[in-house]
């Protein structure tokens, strides 16, 4: 699993070890929703493969890109 995720592969084996010794497999599809506004993050997730991308919603809907991430890195948005 952490040779396919870039940031897991760079750790030190000890350390990989260890946090992989907490991680699960967890299939995700396209629109899943990870974190609601306001709640506290319940997981970490190292992608494998696809992408997440990381929004904001503010008052009246509208959504801001803060980055994507996916098994390689963390992608900030391009400013306009």
Do not use: Q, W, Y
């Not at 497999?25 to 992608?47: A, K, M, Q, S, T």
């Not at 008052?59 to 948005?77: E, K, N, Y």
Request: aromatic share 6%; charged share 20%; hydrophobic share 45%.
């Amino acid at each position: 699993m952490a040779a396919d995720n870039s940031l897991l592969a760079g750790l030190p084996r000890r350390d990989r070890r260890r946090l992989l010794g907490h991680c699960e497999p967890v299939n995700l599809v396209f629109g899943d929703i990870l974190c609601e506004p306001g709640d506290r993050f319940g997981h970490v997730h190292f992608p494998l493969s696809g992408f997440i991308s990381l929004v904001a919603t503010r008052v009246g809907s509208r959504v801001r890109l803060l980055g994507v991430v996916d098994a390689v890195a963390f992608v900030p948005p391009i400013k306009d």
